[in-house]
């Protein structure tokens, strides 16, 4: 089996994206912001801005959300989930009713009389005819139907890592790919291209032979396309441990094999959740928030952010994009704005480095130019209306505090650049999630204070659960939390963190911008407590948005552990350790002031609230003794037992 490429790690480029994934060309003044607004129909490349496209909203009376988008006799059909129906959109209309809880996740028109759909998770595909006959032509609860398939008249089904074909109303094997999952089929020369998850493989398969052209490990290849003898691979990596798919992390790349040559050409910090044929090239969808990319084979372009997290369907209806969503149970529009996108400025205030000449634009093509003034920061019916600029020629305009711009496109091939753009939408809330606080006095390295002395005998075996590699326990009385914060917008965010105990809220840091804290816990009364985390998106909103997250209950102990029972006879010193709030973690002994040497309890370990010991010490009765015991708890909080022999 030839294998062309295989990748188990791609780089990450530092790229231009690092500035779009929030919609940013070039960072904006905090006091500017709440002037910002989102342009009309334009896309932003690293080079130039250009006409884009805009979105509508498609009237529905559905109530769940979109899975899958299909055109069948002029008319719009959708799958839902949840109540998991398909439902005719143009004429407000059930077509066929599934069970509860299951998900309509592919339509697909196989003749003028009939379409087929995928059920999820029980696994069938069934026919509906123009009557609303329902027939099931396949059914495998074991495995996922990725994706519906008509390639020039033939139908196909992905089915887990296996490609089945529709003949005579029955589903026959086609192919296996030998991966976990199997995303995209497509024609190529005599034969067929399949991408997969898992192994992230690009298979070529041609008269019965198989080669590899591409491998990723850990990756999913979610769509690829073919042009000018190149193909283009949109590639999803995971990166993070988790298995919850909340929690993922991903980073995705534009990827192009030419002449055996593999070139990674864009990348982003997030996951590739759908992508549509729009135009000249096609429209890539990320996700969390949903914002939208056009990438025309040359140039990657920003084109916008949605107001929901996830696009779930894109269907190609002429020259449209159908779009649904996770967020409300509607379709969007995505057309063409037939040369007609307006970009409107910020507001600049007239001062050594903001004039007229020094933000004019730079444009080709039918490209108008105008600007208005004012004497305020924000713009109110005092400004004045638009002129029209010419370059160069500003010395009749008004005398203002402030301006600001507009740039017109009137014609497909118009272009400008020497901008300053943030693209933002309404703001939305950020997110507090995973409060961890740690067991007391064990600390990540990267948070260690300074000169703190560490505890040599410490066994980082017994705190797997942390996830943490490095870690290490001090003697000092401190505990270390973290957390995860979310922003939907990619603002920057700071945090406010208090110690509650259910009455008060204890201010421990305000206006952190680090997502860790160690905190110094032995001036508070023995009890238990929670973290509260405040996040606010101030730092980039001038009316910002605040949420709050608790912790689960946890300890603070400072009361010292007591000692019972303590007795020396036959040459040992026996004695009962107990605390009534934590478990006893470590006693050590000193005789005549030498160094404290650790002690185990009877069963050799330190496992309860209560530990018995038996120490064996050598007395003649000629040479007198001084003992000195130390009995800590899992706090630090420690005790004494003193014995004189003679």
């Known amino acids: 089996m030839k294998k062309l490429f295989v990748i188990f790690f791609l780089p990450i480029f530092s ?32 080079n130039f801005v250009k006409n884009g496209f805009v979105v509508e909203k498609v009237e529905t009376k559905m109530l769940d959300q979109v899975f899958s988008i299909l055109k069948f006799k002029k008319d719009i059909l959708v799958g839902t989930g949840g109540n998991a129906y398909i439902f005719n959109v143009t004429k407000n209309d059930t077509v066929a009713k599934f069970r509860e809880g299951e998900i309509i996740k592919n339509i697909l028109k196989i003749d003028e009389k009939s379409f087929i759909a995928s059920v999820e998770p029980s696994g069938i595909i069934v026919k509906i005819d123009d009557k609303k006959k329902c027939d099931t032509l396949f059914k495998n609860g074991n495995k996922s139907i990725n994706k519906l398939l008509n390639l020039d008249g033939e139908i196909y089904a992905l089915v887990g890592e296996n490609i089945f074909e529709l003949k005579k109303n029955r589903f026959e094997k086609f192919f296996e790919v030998k991966d976990r999952n ?11 291209l399949f991408s997969t998850e898992g192994e992230g493989k690009l298979i070529n398969y041609q008269e019965g032979k198989t080669d590899y052209i591409f491998v990723s490990n850990g990756s999913e290849i979610k769509d690829f396309f073919l042009k000018d003898d190149k193909i283009f691979i949109l590639l999803n ?50 996700s969390k928030p949903a914002r939208a990319y056009f990438f025309d084979f040359k140039d990657l372009f920003f084109c916008g952010n949605f107001d929901f997290d996830f696009v779930t369907s894109v269907y190609k209806d002429g020259e449209n994009l159908l779009v649904g969503n996770d967020g409300k149970p509607q379709i969007l529009k995505i057309k063409d704005n037939n040369g007609k996108g307006e970009f409107l400025s910020r507001v600049f205030a007239f001062n050594s480095k903001n004039s007229i000449t020094s933000v004019y634009p730079e444009f080709s093509g039918k490209v108008k130019v105008f600007f208005r003034f004012g004497e305020s920061y924000d713009v109110d019916k005092n400004w004045t209306d638009f002129y029209q600029v010419f370059s160069g ?9 402030f301006f600001q711009y507009k740039v017109v496109l009137n014609d497909d091939e118009d272009k400008f650049k020497k901008i300053e753009i943030f693209y933002k939408g309404e703001n ?35 705190y797997m659960d942390l996830k943490e590699q490095n870690i290490s326990k001090i003697f000092e009385k401190k505990i270390f939390v973290r957390w995860e914060g979310f922003d939907p917008d990619n603002d920057r965010l700071s945090y406010s963190i208090f110690l509650n105990d259910r ?17 110094n816990y032995e001036n508070f009364q023995t009890g238990y407590y929670r973290i509260k985390v405040l996040v606010s998106d101030s730092i980039e909103n001038r009316e910002p948005l605040n949420e709050e997250k608790l912790s689960e209950d946890f300890l603070i102990d400072n009361n010292p552990p007591r000692i019972k029972d303590d007795i020396f006879q036959n040459n040992s010193l026996s004695f009962t350790a107990f605390d009534e709030e934590s478990f006893i973690d470590k006693v050590e002994i000193s005789i005549n002031g030498s160094e404290f040497k650790d002690v185990f309890p009877v069963d050799q370990i330190f496992d309860n609230r209560e530990e018995n010991f038996a120490i064996d010490i050598p007395f003649n009765g000629k040479e007198p003794l001084s003992i000195l015991v130390k009995v800590y708890d899992k706090f630090g909080n420690v005790s004494f037992l003193k014995k004189f022999l003679r």
Request: hydrophobic share 35%; aromatic share 14%; net charge positive.
């Open 237 to 286: 990596s995971k990166i993070s441990n988790t298995d919850d798919p909340l929690t993922e992390e991903y980073k995705s790349y534009i990827i192009s094999i030419e002449n055996n040559l593999l070139d990674t050409l864009f990348f982003f910090d997030t996951y590739i959740s759908q992508v549509g044929f729009f135009k000249d090239g096609v429209t890539i969808f990320l």
């Open 503 to 519: 009455r008060y809220d204890y201010p421990l840091i305000s206006q952190t911008e680090d997502n860790y804290i160690v905190f």
């Open 393 to 401: 020629l500003n010395s009749n305009l008004p005398k203002a505090k």
């Open 15 to 46: 790229f231009f994206l690092s500035a779009l994934e929030t919609g940013r060309i070039l960072d904006t003044p905090f006091e500017n912001i709440k002037s910002l607004k989102t342009s009309y129909g334009v896309m932003v490349s690293k």
């Open 428 to 462: 939305r809330k950020p997110k507090i999630e995973n409060i961890v606080v740690f067991p007391p006095r064990i600390l990540p390295d990267y948070a260690m204070p300074q000169n703190v002395i560490t505890d040599k005998n410490f066994k980082k075996n017994l």
């Open 182 to 192: 199997c995303l995209q089929m497509k024609r190529y020369k005599k034969g067929f």
